[in-house]
C-alpha cells in the first residue's frame, strides 16, 4: 500500500524505452507522476527539483553514463535518500551488477524486465523512500529542535555574560564609590581638624597678657581666616548634598559683569602677590556696556572656585582669568602655568571627592568637591565646564553661558559703605535664643550706636513687642525653642505693618530666604553674621 501517489524519475537515453515504461507505470500505478529525462546530467537536475520517490535508471547511456550519475547522486545528501533502480539489457554481466550495487543503487532489473516485477519493486522502493522521508523529516525535526534549544542556551548564556559584565562594573563602582568615601573621610577629618587647630590654637595664645597689638591682630586673623575655611568647607557639603537631591535654583538678576570681574581680582590679588604669581584680568571687550542678567552668587562661586584651584596648582608664573563675547554666549576662563592636569584623570576630576593627589604625600589641601559642584553651577546656567591641560605646562578651564542683558544699568551694586554707621536713638529687638550668638550681636549692635532689647524666645519677644512701643527694628532668629520666627515676624507685621525685620538664620538652604520674606522680613541674614553686612543691612532698612 502506497500512503501517497508516487512520482518516478525515469533516466534513459532511449525515447521508446521512456515511453513504455511510462505505459507500463500508467497502468499499473493510478495517478502515478513520471518524471523522464534522457540523460544523466538532465537526470540530476530533475531528482534536484521534482522530488521523485523512486528512480529507475539506465546504465548505458551517451556521456555521463548510470554508474556515474548514480554515483553522483548518492553522494549529494538533497538526494542520496532517493532509491535508485539500475536498469541494464546485460542480463549476463555480473561485474556490472556488482558494480551498480557499489555505486549505491538499492535494486536492480535487467532488461527486458517483467512488467510485473518492476511494479512490484517500485512499490517495495516507494515504501524504503517513505520510511526515508519519515526519518529525514524527523532528523530534521530533531535538528531544529537541536538548533532551537543551542540558540537558547546561546542566548541564556549572553545574558549571564552580560549580568557577570554589569555585576563587575556595580562592583567596580561600589569599590570606587568606597574608595572615595574612605578618601574623602580622611580629606574632609583633614581639612576640618586643620583650621580648628589653628582656631583653638590661636584662641589659647590669645588669653596671654602679654601680648602687643600686632601680635594679637595677627593671631585674630588666623583664626578668622581659619573660621572662613571652616564655613567653605560647610558650604560645599551643603551645596553638594543640595546638587544631590537637585534642589540646585538659579537665583537670577542684574549685575554689572565687570565689579564682579573686578572684585574677584582684587580678591586673590593677595594671595598671588605672596605667591609671588604675576595675574592677568582678561575683559573682551574691556567693559560691558549693560549689565548682564545671571545669578551672581553662583557665577562667583565658580570663578572664585577656578580660580583658587589655578593658584593652588601653580609654584610659578602667570594665573589669567576673564571673560570673552562670543556673539550671544559668555565665556568665562581661567588659565594657569601650574602642574596640569594628567589626560587619563581630566573627565574624573569632575566627580565628587575626585582629586588627581591622594593619600597622605597630599601636597595641595582641598576636598574634592569644588570641580563637582563648580560643573552642577554652570550647567544649571546653560553651560558646561571644559578643560584643557598639558602636564608640568598648565591648565585652562571655561565655560560658556547664554548673555542675558539686563535692560537698566543698575548702580546700587556700590558698596553702601561711606561714612561711619550710627543708630545712636535707635531701639532694636534681637530675638535669639543661642547666649553667644546673641552676646556677639549685642557687641556689634552696641557698637553702631542701637539701644539693645533682647528676647529668648517668641513668648518674650512679643512681650517685649508689647511693652516697648520705640521699637524701630527687629533681628529676628527663625529657629526658636517656643513658637516659629515666621509666626512671631506674622503676629508683630499684623499689629505694625511698617516694622522692618530682619531675619536671622544659621539654615542656609535654599528655600529658608524665601520663608523669612513670605513672612514679611524685609532682609535676610545667613550665619554667621559678620559686622559689616549687618551694619549695611540694617542700615538699608533703617526708617
Ligand atoms: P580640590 O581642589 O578641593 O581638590 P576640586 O574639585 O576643585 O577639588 O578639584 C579636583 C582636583 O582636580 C584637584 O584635587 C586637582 O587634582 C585637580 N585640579 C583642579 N584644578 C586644577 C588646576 N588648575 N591645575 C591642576 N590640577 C587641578
Known amino acids: 500500500m502506497m500512503g501517497k501517489i508516487p512520482a518516478i524519475l525515469v533516466i534513459d537515453d532511449n525515447p521508446d524505452n521512456l515511453t513504455s ?25 530533475l531528482a534536484l527539483s521534482g522530488n521523485p520517490d523512486v528512480i529507475l535508471l539506465d546504465i548505458i547511456m551517451p556521456g555521463v553514463d548510470g554508474l556515474s550519475v548514480c554515483r553522483q547522486m548518492k553522494q549529494d545528501e538533497r538526494v542520496s535518500h532517493i532509491p535508485v533502480i539500475m536498469l541494464t539489457a546485460l542480463k549476463t554481466n555480473r561485474d556490472i551488477r556488482i558494480k551498480a550495487l557499489e555505486a549505491g543503487a538499492e ?15 517500485l512499490k517495495a522502493m516507494v515504501r524504503i523512500k517513505e520510511l526515508a522521508d519519515m526519518q529525514r523529516a524527523e532528523k530534521s525535526k530533531l535538528s531544529s529542535m537541536v ?30 564609590s ?10 574632609m577629618s583633614h581639612e576640618i581638624r586643620t583650621p580648628m587647630n589653628g582656631i583653638i590654637g590661636f584662641s589659647e595664645l590669645l588669653k596671654e597678657t602679654n601680648l602687643d597689638t600686632d601680635e594679637r591682630d595677627r593671631y585674630v586673623k588666623i583664626i578668622n581666616d581659619n573660621c572662613q575655611q571652616l564655613l567653605h568647607i560647610i558650604n560645599d557639603i551643603i551645596d553638594i548634598s543640595k546638587i544631590e537631591s537637585g534642589l540646585v535654583e538659579l537665583d537670577t538678576a542684574g549685575f554689572s559683569l565687570d565689579m564682579m570681574m573686578d572684585s574677584l581680582a582684587g580678591n586673590c590679588q593677595k594671595e ?45 608664573g602667570t594665573i589669567e582669568f576673564g571673560y570673552k563675547l562670543k556673539k550671544d554666549k559668555l565665556e568665562f576662563f581661567t588659565k594657569d602655568t601650574g602642574i596640569g592636569i594628567p589626560e587619563q584623570y581630566r573627565e574624573a576630576i569632575f566627580n565628587r571627592f575626585w582629586q588627581v593627589e591622594t593619600g597622605l604625600a597630599r601636597q595641595y589641601g582641598g576636598n574634592g568637591l569644588g570641580l563637582s559642584i563648580s560643573n552642577a553651577f554652570v550647567k544649571a546656567m546653560g553651560g558646561e565646564i571644559v578643560v584643557e591641560s598639558t602636564p608640568g605646562l598648565g591648565s585652562r578651564f571655561s565655560f560658556s553661558i547664554p548673555l542675558a542683558r539686563s535692560d537698566k544699568k543698575k548702580c546700587d551694586d556700590a558698596v553702601h559703605e561711606t561714612a561711619p554707621l550710627d543708630f545712636s536713638g535707635t531701639t532694636i529687638l534681637v530675638v535669639e535664643d543661642e547666649p553667644d550668638n546673641f552676646s556677639l550681636m549685642n557687641i556689634f549692635l552696641e557698637r553702631l550706636g542701637f539701644h539693645v532689647e533682647h528676647a529668648w524666645d517668641g513668648k518674650e519677644a512679643m512681650q517685649i513687642f508689647h511693652e516697648q512701643t520705640n521699637i524701630s527694628m527687629v533681628l529676628m532668629d527663625f529657629k526658636l525653642p517656643d513658637i516659629p520666627g515666621q509666626e512671631i515676624t506674622r503676629m508683630m507685621l499684623t499689629l505694625r505693618p511698617d516694622l522692618p525685620v530682619i ?10 530666604r524665601e520663608k523669612t520674606f513670605q513672612a514679611g522680613c524685609v532682609g535676610y541674614l545667613a550665619k554667621p553674621i559678620r559686622f559689616k553686612e549687618l551694619a549695611d543691612t540694617l542700615n538699608r532698612f533703617r526708617k
Open 503 to 512: 531675619a536671622t538664620t544659621a539654615y542656609a538652604m535654599h528655600g529658608d
Open 178 to 187: 568606597d574608595r572615595l568615601k574612605s578618601a574623602f573621610l580622611a580629606n
Open 21 to 45: 515504461i511510462k505505459a507500463v507505470l500508467a497502468d499499473s500505478i493510478q495517478g502515478v507522476k513520471v518524471l523522464t529525462a534522457l540523460d544523466g546530467e538532465t537526470g540530476i537536475d
Open 107 to 121: 535494486a536492480f532489473l535487467t532488461k527486458p524486465f517483467d512488467e510485473i516485477e518492476l511494479i512490484a519493486q
Open 272 to 316: 598671588v602677590s605672596l605667591k609671588g604669581l604675576e595675574m592677568i584680568l582678561s575683559k573682551e571687550p574691556a567693559s560691558l556696556a549693560y549689565d548682564i542678567i545671571a545669578d551672581q552668587t553662583k557665577l562667583r562661586q565658580v570663578m572664585d572656585n577656578l580660580l583658587s584651584n589655578a593658584i593652588k596648582f601653580t609654584k610659578e
Open 147 to 176: 538548533l532551537a534549544r543551542t540558540l537558547d542556551l546561546e542566548k541564556e548564556l549572553a545574558e549571564h555574560r552580560k549580568a557577570k559584565e554589569e555585576l563587575i562594573v556595580a562592583k567596580n563602582k561600589a569599590e570606587e
